[in-house]
């Protein structure tokens, strides 16, 4: 299956952020040096695995979080999640 950069591109952002804090929630035990590595290292394999360039996925994570979706109520509970839990 061919990854479809138009759908990742207008993801929900409500989805986007929740899926951040599922994948943090996952390594919110670890030393900070390791989550960082961790968290770099599952990006990479995973953006492999689907057939997505990282740079492309990035760019439009950094997108949403920056510009249109800054004050959507899911990154702001994301922020509030990482802020709290880590």
């Not at 207008?10 to 899926?19: K, T």
């Not at 997505?52 to 109520?73: G, L």
Request: aromatic content about 6%; glycine content about 6%; proline content about 3%.
């Amino acid at each position: 299956m061919k990854f479809d950069l138009d759908k990742m591109n207008n993801a929900n952002p409500d989805a986007v952020a929740q899926a951040a804090i599922q994948v943090i929630d996952r390594v919110q035990d670890g030393r900070p040096e390791v989550q960082v590595l961790g968290l770099g290292a599952a990006y990479l394999a995973f953006c492999r695995c689907v057939g997505v360039e990282p740079a492309e996925a990035f760019r439009a994570a950094t997108n949403m979080v920056a510009t249109k979706h800054r004050d959507n109520h899911g990154f702001r509970t994301l922020g509030l999640y990482v802020e709290n839990e880590l």
